[in-house]
Each structure stands twice: as C-alpha cells, then as structure tokens.
C-alpha cells in the first residue's frame, strides 16, 4: 500500500480523505475512530482562523493519521509512550517522507527529535485540547476554558509550543460565537453534542459535513471582520484560571 500516501495526499477535501481513511483503515492497519474526526475539525478550524503558512493539506492528514497505532485500552498504558513512534515507523510503510512521518510522530514529545517541525506543534494542542472536550469513562469532557488552562499549566507547563499563544486567542474567540439551533450553543459546546450523539464515524462526518463546518466558517469569517482590532483580548476570566490551577496544585 506505498501508494496510499500519494493518493491520500492528493485528494485535498477533507470529508472525502474520511471517507477514505474509514474504509481502508482496518486494510491499512490503523486506528480510526470518532476522536480523530473531532480533534481534525478543530485543526481545519483553527487553520481558517489563523492562516499560518503552513500546508493545510499536510497538516489536515497528518491530523487523520498521527494517531494510527494509538491503543485506547488501559492494559497498554505503555504505548502512551511509543505509539506516535511506531505511527510514524508505518506511514513510512505506506510511502509517507520522512518529513510527514517526522510531524506525525511530533504530536507527542516522547521520542527523542529535539528540533520539531512548526506541523507538530499545532497537531500537539489540537491533540491534547481536543482530547480533554471528549467524554472518557472516568470523566466527561471538560469545558473549553478548563482545557485550555490544564493544557497551558499543566500538559505544556514546561514545553515550548510556538502555536500555543494564538491558539489561546482561536479558542477565546470560538467561545464568543454561538450557533443557532433549537437551542443556541458556542462552536466547541455543539460539536461536543454532535460526538456525543454519532454512533459511528460515518453518521459523525455527515453531521459535520451536512451543515456544521460551513455554519461554523460563516460565523467565524463574520465575528472576525466584525472584531479584528479586538481578537487579541482575553475572554477567560481569571477566576477560571486559579480555580483550575488550585485543582491541579491539590
């Protein structure tokens, strides 16, 4: 399957390369759930927001498969520490560059590269903030603002993230806008509804596909040529933040 890497690279609309993923991930011999599709959505959102120069296509299928040999199972607590090396080990099997697999095995910092690619630090926070909005077994998933100060002090406290300070400003701002439905919810509120209420990844990408991410493009294009002299002011309050971080101290 070398030739997956060109033909999944070449097809630039993302619900298409879901679509892909989902149907040849058990031939491939990767993972592929419902998360994935989550925390890729936020990265397609927070490249709209920002336009860094950066390779969207590259980032958005780094974002699908960076997590390809992740085991959600508790029993396998060790592979917290390999599994983007091995992800990174497979999509060179199946014809990724080095450079591709290097971002990909940068979504975490446990293996051993020192100089990261600038595509690793963003699949770093759209991985660890998406994570914390999913409901898990032991938890629900967390409020946008709780996340944001556990992923700042906590799960970066000690790292450098060249991303990190205008992805405070992405989420600040999403928090701002709200979507109108039967009952009007923010951006990140919604899609946490529509996870929690898709049974499988195909019902999940229609949901997103069939009115979600135009809404949400719409509503973001808008609030910020509305609000551009002000996208840097911060919306959390910091009463949020010492609450969370006297949870972490205790």
């Known amino acids: 399957m070398k030739e997956f890497a060109e033909y999944i690279l070449n097809e630039h609309d993302l619900i298409s390369k879901e679509e892909i993923i989902y149907f040849l991930a058990p031939k491939l011999e990767i ?21 860094e120069k950066v390779d969207n296509n590259v980032v958005l299928t780094a974002c699908l498969l960076c997590n390809c040999k992740k085991v959600d199972n508790a029993q396998k607590i060790g592979k917290l520490k390999t599994y983007a ?12 560059d080095e450079r591709f697999c290097k971002i990909c095995e940068g979504v975490n910092r446990y293996s051993q590269n020192t100089r990261r690619e600038p595509e ?3 699949l770093e926070l759209v991985d660890q903030f998406g994570g914390m909005l999913i409901d898990r077994p032991e938890r629900v998933g967390l409020a ?17 993230n060249r991303y990190l300070e205008i992805f405070r400003n992405f989420v600040e ?26 049974k499988s990844i195909p019902e999940f990408v229609k949901k997103i596909s069939m009115g979600y ?12 040529d509305e609000n ?11 009463e949020t933040e010492r609450r969370i971080l006297k949870h972490i101290e205790e």
């Open 85 to 96: 090396v091995e992800g990174a080990e497979h999509l060179k099997e199946l014809g990724f």
């Open 31 to 51: 993972n592929f759930d419902k998360s994935i599709i989550f925390k890729t959505e936020i990265a397609r959102m927070f490249l709209k927001y920002t336009k």
């Open 120 to 122: 690793s630090d963003i």
């Open 173 to 198: 701002t999403m928090e701002k806008i709200e979507i109108q439905g039967a009952v009007n919810t923010t951006i990140f509120a919604r899609l946490q509804k529509l996870i929690r209420e898709s």
């Open 213 to 224: 991410a135009n809404n949400v493009d719409e509503k973001l294009e808008k609030w910020v």
């Open 228 to 238: 551009s002299c002000n996208a840097n002011r911060s919306m959390f309050s910091s």
């Open 144 to 160: 946008p603002d709780e996340a944001l100060v556990l992923l700042e002090h906590r799960n970066l406290k000690s790292e450098y």
